[in-house]
Each structure stands twice: as structure tokens, then as C-alpha cells.
């Protein structure tokens, strides 16, 4: 009796201990996005194993697939020996997530022209490693080589085509042209011939201003359009996804301490709190500034290695009502869909609506308070949204505003692209409002 007494005892203890253990599995559980939606990608650059593993998981269902930086280029051009975790393979694929390694120089001109001059080894070298590891293919973003090597570009995409299988992705991150010049660093992308011998061209819509430039948005609306506008005259609207960025630049107003050094927008946020920013979301080119000055004794920020000293300065970044403007584009052209540089400094808050921004669905807030109904394949409600401009002021919050206008904390939100319910004074909203 004992015996058995003790037997049961652990086997129930065992059974209890799998419970506890499927319950904690479940907690944070990840999948795939939709098949039948807008394909969805995404670099993955920095960070450990699990820290990537935890960007994925709260993207709330909205990738399709991930791209860690695993193939880099030495600089004599031979492929590094890439640090593939199968541990993230395993974690994705268990969850329907294509793994496709970036090809990459990180802008290292002796390394990409070298790689360049030898691409029948080098392309044999990755094909091996997404047969030995399982793999779902390859991204090609080697960047700025020469423009003479147009056709060795070209063609190494061709050989990567012919020796990964049919079933696994081959496709390249170009640089974007909207001024349809041939020279400079996007010289060497023959988009008609890439996506020929690719899946699809990713269009890297950002960097409009850059690190030693003059102040400016990241990535201003007509940029981006104009950039997808001059990849339809070379391709098709399958061939295309659409680059955003989850990154801002900050400038110096009064010096040049800091020229458009990079950061990311979650570290932005956390500036725009710290130092009471001044945040304007500037119409024209659809994209959010934040203005501040540090002071001696404020809270110090290092970005890229460069202290903040005391002093003014400026902030083009990123939010949700940037982000939803971009992905707009996606319907609007009918594009594949849209990548994203880098999960992980984004704003986490804005894996509530992306897919459904990049869908071109309404924002489920929003149309609450406008009263729209969804998906009954009737057209849409005759009530029309108008919006009230409106300036912060000492002492307001979004509660007093919604209640004030009749409105809702979260519709205010989803009008101007927060992410919190920190406003400032001086900052101007849109207050939704229905007829």
C-alpha cells in the first residue's frame, strides 16, 4: 500500500509539474502572421538569442518572417563563420516563422567588392549552410560597391536562385531611388534584373537624412513613395516590399557634437520623457519631430558612443501615425508587403495595429469612435470624422481632453500616433470628433 501510495504521489507530482510548465509555455505563445495577409519581414540585428526571441513574441502575430544578421563578409569577401543559433531556428519554425539570414558587408566597400569578385564560392558556401542548418533562405544586402560591379551583383543573386531550392526565399535589399540616378551607391542594383532572379526587392526607405547630413525626417512620406513609384517602373507590385524604419536620427542644434547619429525609437521616447520634449508631427512629410534642451545635471543619454552634453537639440523619428501612413502605401500600390530595420528598437506598443495598418484595415479604436462598422462587405458608414486641432496645456492630460470633447483616450492616441499617455505643453493634437 505504501508502495503504491508513493507511486501515485509521484505521479501526480509529475503530472502537476507538466501542467505548471504548459501553462508557463503558453504565456507569451508566438505564431505567424496571417498567410493570406501582406507579407511581413523583419531584420533582427542585435541583442542575445533570447532577447530576440522575446522581440518576436510580442509582435502579436504580425511576421511571416525573420532576418538575423548570420552571413557577414570578411574583408577579403569569405563568409564569416556565421553564428546560426538553431535555437532560434527550432523556436520558429515550431511557430510557422521563416529564418532567412541577411547576406551582409555592413557597408564595408573592401568586403562587398571582394565577395563580389568570387560569387560562385561564395554563393555555394551559404546554399551549404541553408541545407545544413534548415534554413528558409537568404537576403542579399550587400551595399556600397562599386557601380562596375552591376553585373556581378546580378549575377550572384542568380547563382544564390539556381542553387537554393525553389521552396526557400531569395531576395535583396536595395537601395532606393526616387531621384532615378544611375551612379553613387545605387548604382550596382539592376532592379528589373534582381527581381527577375529574386522573390522580391526589400526597398530601403529610410536614411532620406543621414549621419553628417543636415537635420530632416528618416523617411518622409513622398520619399517613400517615390521610391516605390520609381521600383514599379522596373517591376512588378508582387516584387516590392516596402523598407520602414523603427529607428530616428538626432542633430545638435547649436553645434555639430551630434550629426544624425541613429536611435532607436524606444530609447527616443524615453528622451522625449526625460527632457519634456516639445513633439510636433509635421504634416508635409508625415513624420513626428521632438525638440529639447539638456541641462547640467539631467539625466545623461549615449548614443553611438557620443554623449549628450548640455545644449539644444532635434529628434526626426518614427511613430504610429508615421508608421500607419507608410504602410498605407502597401494597399495603395498593392505591393507584396512590408520589412522593417531592426526589431527590437521599435516601440513595442506598435504591434497592437500593424497588422492591421499594413492590411489596410481601420484601426479598431478609431472606428469605435467614429462608429464604423467592420467587415459586414457593406460600405462604410456616411458618419465623417473631423478632427479638432488642439495645443497642451499646463496641466491637461488625455483623460481631461476625452472627456472635455467627447471623445475617448484611446481615439486620441490612434489620431496622432502615441504610444503613451505622456503629452506636453506646447504639443498640438487632433481631437476626433464625429458629425
Not at 513622398?222 to 516590399?241: G, M, P, Q, W
Not at 536620427?249 to 536611435?263: E, Q
Not at 519634456?276 to 513626428?288: E, G, L, M
Request: hydrophobic share 35%; net charge neutral; aromatic share 10%.
Amino acid at each position: 500500500m505504501k508502495t503504491t501510495t508513493r507511486k501515485h504521489i509521484v505521479q501526480l507530482t509529475i503530472c502537476v509539474l507538466l501542467i505548471e510548465l504548459a501553462a508557463v509555455c503558453c504565456i507569451t505563445p508566438t505564431q505567424a502572421a496571417d498567410p493570406n495577409g501582406k507579407y511581413s519581414m523583419t531584420y533582427v540585428f542585435s541583442g542575445t538569442i533570447q532577447q530576440q526571441i522575446k522581440y518576436v513574441e510580442r509582435t502579436n502575430n504580425s511576421l511571416h518572417t525573420l532576418s538575423p544578421s548570420w552571413f557577414n563578409l570578411n574583408p577579403d569577401g569569405n563568409l564569416k563563420s556565421p553564428p546560426i543559433s538553431t535555437e532560434l531556428v527550432n523556436r520558429m519554425h515550431t511557430n510557422k516563422i521563416k529564418v532567412v539570414p541577411f547576406l551582409s558587408n555592413h557597408w564595408d566597400r573592401t568586403a562587398g567588392t571582394n565577395a563580389l569578385k568570387n560569387i560562385d564560392r561564395l554563393s555555394t558556401q551559404i546554399a551549404n549552410y541553408i541545407a545544413q542548418y534548415d534554413l528558409d533562405g537568404v537576403n542579399v544586402d550587400i551595399e556600397n560597391v562599386l557601380t562596375t560591379q552591376r553585373n556581378q551583383y546580378t549575377e550572384l543573386v542568380r547563382m544564390l536562385r539556381t542553387k537554393i531550392p525553389a521552396n526557400k526565399e531569395v531576395s535583396v535589399a536595395v537601395g532606393v531611388n526616387p531621384w532615378d540616378r544611375n551612379a553613387e551607391w545605387v548604382g550596382p542594383y539592376d532592379y528589373t534584373a534582381l527581381a527577375k532572379n529574386s522573390d522580391y526587392l526589400m526597398l530601403m526607405a529610410y536614411d532620406e537624412h543621414y549621419e553628417g547630413g543636415p537635420a530632416g525626417p528618416v523617411a518622409s512620406i513622398s520619399f517613400a513613395e517615390n521610391s516605390i513609384k520609381y521600383a514599379l517602373s522596373k517591376t512588378s507590385a508582387d516584387k516590392i516590399v516596402l523598407g520602414i524604419p523603427f529607428f530616428g536620427r538626432i542633430w545638435s542644434v547649436n553645434s555639430a557634437s551630434v550629426v544624425g547619429k541613429g536611435v532607436s525609437t524606444s530609447t527616443i521616447n524615453d528622451m522625449i520623457r526625460d527632457y519634456n520634449a516639445i513633439v510636433t508631427f509635421d504634416s508635409t512629410s508625415q513624420s513626428p519631430k521632438a525638440e529639447f534642451e539638456v541641462k547640467t545635471g539631467d539625466k545623461q543619454y549615449t548614443i553611438e558612443g557620443k554623449v549628450l552634453t548640455p545644449g539644444k537639440y532635434v529628434v526626426w523619428y518614427e511613430n504610429d501615425q508615421s508608421l500607419q501612413a507608410k504602410l498605407n502605401l502597401v494597399q495603395k500600390y498593392n505591393l507584396k508587403g512590408a520589412g522593417s530595420w531592426a526589431l527590437g528598437q521599435e516601440e513595442a506598443s506598435i504591434w497592437n495595429n500593424y497588422t492591421t495598418w499594413l492590411n489596410g484595415e481601420t484601426s479598431p479604436a478609431l472606428s469605435q469612435q467614429l462608429k464604423i462598422p467592420q467587415n459586414n462587405g457593406s460600405v462604410l458608414s456616411a458618419v465623417q470624422p473631423t478632427y479638432l486641432t488642439y495645443t497642451i496645456k499646463s496641466g491637461d492630460t488625455l483623460w481631461l481632453l476625452a472627456q472635455r470633447y467627447g471623445t475617448t483616450v484611446n481615439a486620441i492616441k490612434t489620431l496622432n500616433g502615441l504610444t503613451s499617455n505622456i503629452i506636453y505643453p506646447g504639443q498640438k493634437l487632433q481631437i476626433p470628433q464625429t458629425n
